[in-house]
């Protein structure tokens, strides 16, 4: 047979499950891509005749490949080598040279070969090649390759050391090997790996499978087979699918559904070679501890799915994914909700024992928590964070809203004290808010609060109110001022205190929420707060988040010449209506008239930079516009600039700048028939001056010169 499928299955202890799909995908594609780069894929198959090159598998002991349609050889091919200069590599009587000679035999060659040597080049220049063929590798060459290298490249989180069964060799792997298969068809292919020889055998499920070693009868029986014979779904895919399945069955049957977590969901998939859904349940009374402890730690301590109401509320149901099947699940359901419950008991003794002191009476706690070692303590931290928040709170809300922002900010970190974020602490800010509304705190304060940390990450929910807002802004302007001043940059891939994501919230909070506020008399308030002697970084700081603005502008599906247009005018301002101002620009370059009006913008701007200020910024003088064009083009824009500036101020920026598509035919004739250049100043001054109205008139929403091609 000329190409067949081909199996290889590492057989290992358990993985760690956080890592698996990432493993199991890098396995099967190093051993798919080198197989494919020296020619043992037969690439005449039609690919729509196949599934794919090759097919990953991973259970949490196994990981796995099937590439299709694998030769058993490589077909040979031709390769030119180049040698030497003709001049050292041939004497006067046309002999091959010692250094000839001694290439050649590195090579593999020798001077019978020399008659056939090819010449290419003129002179000096002329250079000898050999031309040979190379025999095409053999599968167990190729495959012995591939298996070294996807081992040793593999991204493995933590590698282990372990001992081989000689007692003596040591080898290093992300968990011990215990088999390997390699099967071309039914063909075993030798090869070896991690001191262990290729064979065909496998094992199935720890406790269901029906023998103790499972014999594969060749490559394309290996799903099937580990199913039927190992109890074993092999495909990390298929098994997270039938997870789902059986999660969205049990949770119907409760008329309830089940939490949507995909990383829990992988991990899971992770942990369970063949999945059992059961439902279980714990007492009620624990609801009353807040729903996101009690999800909290039954996922992240149990790896349950918990079960919520059509209102999204936490029930006293939730489903575990068991990886045995028995005929009588109780024992399993029982043992389980066994488990969970000291658990919860933990979470409720927690919450009860932090309600006994208020957010306010830890506040001065935090005057003893180290924030980092050149910015002070968490206590110094929040009076920088409420100085900051009152700042924005004032010019967002005026007195009443800095008052809220201020009484938000000197609580937002006090949770950090609290037993339940000290446990969990991805609940710091949630408890926060649960805390203050038991201390009689307004609902506009505690939500400040729970929300400040918002937006956490890309996509998530901005602050609800403009107290949480005013809070956000304080905490993440606070932390790229503190940090940007003390030299903590980002560096290529490397960002250990998520600088990106905060600039990211504030650029969202700015832009989505559309406050009134400029960035640079934001930066400005947030290095105010701190003393002195900190390092002034607010250009740095500036350009670090007008990066972040660009690229999450682009995110929303607009060009670079279309962003670059509107951030050259609108970046110093309240970002708003960038949004808008983007859709109007889109607009305005789907014209007709756009290409030539982006062009002659460009080419006044340049006019402009060369002339003096002072004749550029005068209003033009009606009776020194003395040709035709110039007068037509003044007559034109005191048409237009109206329309187009009622348009800009009432907030549609669209009809603001396709208002000024009647100016094409003016601009056009002016260029064509007028010297701006005069040898007359005062004509010149006054061409200058028309040309700056002009400019102005159309550069109100974007910088159209940054359309031009």
């Not at 290409?595 to 006019?607: D, E, H, Q, T």
Request: charged share 25%; proline share 6%; glycine share 8%.
């Amino acid at each position: 047979m000329a190409h067949r499928n081909l199996l290889v299955e590492l057989f290992v202890e358990e993985l760690p499950p956080k890592a698996l799909r990432k493993l199991g995908l890098e396995f099967a594609n190093r051993i798919g891509v080198y197989l494919n780069s020296v020619g043992l894929i037969e690439s005449s198959i039609q690919p729509s005749l196949i599934a794919g090159p090759w097919t990953e598998y991973a259970t949490p002991r196994r990981l796995a490949v099937l590439v299709r349609n694998v030769r058993e050889q490589a077909a040979d091919r031709a390769q030119q080598t180049k040698l030497m200069p003709v001049a050292v590599a041939l004497d006067a009587q046309g002999q091959p040279t010692p250094a000839l000679l001694k290439k050649l035999a590195a090579l593999g060659a020798d001077a019978a070969v020399v008659p056939q040597l090819k010449r290419q080049g003129e002179g000096k220049a002329e250079t000898l090649y050999l031309d040979s063929v190379l025999p095409g590798a053999t599968l167990a060459q190729g495959l012995q390759k591939a298996l070294d290298e996807a081992i040793a490249k593999l991204p493995i989180p933590k590698v282990m050391q372990y001992q081989l069964a000689d007692g003596w060799t040591s080898v290093n792997f992300v968990r011990p090997a215990h088999g390997l298969v390699a099967l071309h068809g039914d063909d075993v292919v030798p090869v070896q790996a991690l001191g262990l020889q290729a064979g065909r055998s496998t094992q199935g499920h720890r406790f269901e499978a029906k023998t103790a070693s499972v014999a594969l009868r060749d490559a394309d029986a290996y799903a099937q087979q580990m199913l039927d014979d190992g109890a074993v779904i092999a495909s990390f895919e298929a098994r997270r699918a039938e997870i789902v399945r059986q999660l969205s069955e049990a949770a119907a049957r409760e008329g309830l559904k089940p939490i949507d977590d995909d990383a829990l969901l992988d991990e899971v998939t992770a942990l369970v070679e063949r999945p059992k859904v059961l439902a279980c349940r714990f007492e009620p009374e624990f609801l009353a501890v807040p729903q996101e402890c009690l999800i909290l730690t039954m996922k992240a301590n149990q790896k349950y799915f918990p079960l919520l109401d059509a209102a999204g509320r936490l029930t006293e149901r939730f489903l575990i994914v068991s990886n045995i099947s028995p005929a009588d699940p109780s024992r399993v359901i029982q043992g389980n909700e066994r488990v969970v419950r000291p658990r919860l008991a933990d979470a409720k003794f927690f919450f009860d024992q932090d309600r006994k002191r208020t957010l306010a009476s830890r506040v001065p706690g935090l005057a003893k928590v180290v924030y980092h070692g050149k910015l002070g303590t968490q206590g110094e931290r929040v009076e920088r964070v409420r100085a900051i928040a009152r700042h924005v709170g004032e010019q967002i809300g005026g007195a009443t809203l800095a008052e809220q922002a201020d009484r938000a900010a000197l609580l937002a970190k006090a949770d950090l004290l609290t037993d339940m974020v000290g446990e969990f602490p991805e609940l710091q800010g949630v408890m926060g808010g649960y805390y203050a509304r038991h201390d009689g705190e307004t609902e506009a304060v505690a939500t400040a609060v729970e929300d400040h940390y918002k937006p956490r990450y890309a996509g998530d929910a901005l602050p609800r109110n403009d107290a949480g807002l005013a809070v956000a802004l304080a905490d993440k302007l606070e932390t790229l001022a503190g940090l940007f001043g003390i030299g903590q940059v980002p560096s290529g891939d490397k960002d250990p205190f998520a600088l990106r994501r905060h600039a990211l919230g504030v650029v969202r909070m700015l832009v989505e929420r559309r406050l009134p506020l400029a960035l640079p008399a934001l930066v400005s308030a947030a290095f105010k707060a701190f003393p002195s002697g900190h390092g002034q970084a607010q250009a740095e700081v500036l350009h670090f988040i007008h990066e972040r603005l660009t690229g999450y502008l682009r995110e929303l599906g607009y060009s670079a010449q279309e962003v670059d247009a509107v951030v050259a005018v609108r970046a110093g301002g309240a970002w708003g209506d960038l949004p808008r101002c983007l859709a109007a620009v889109r607009a305005f370059a789907a014209l007709p008239e756009a290409p030539a009006l982006a062009a002659a913008n460009k080419r006044v701007g340049n006019i402009l930079k060369k002339s003096e200020g002072a004749a550029a910024a005068a209003e033009p003088d009606p009776a020194l516009l003395k040709e035709g064009a110039e007068q037509a083009l003044a007559a034109a824009l005191a048409a237009v600039a109206p329309a187009a500036d009622a348009a800009f101020e009432r907030g549609d920026h669209t009809a603001s700048l396709q208002a000024l598509a009647a100016l094409r035919g003016p601009v056009d004739r002016f260029f064509d028939e007028v010297m701006v250049n005069a040898d007359d100043p005062a004509l010149r001054n006054n061409r200058l001056a028309l040309l700056a109205a002009l400019h102005r008139s159309m550069n109100r929403v974007a910088d159209l010169s940054r359309l031009a091609t």
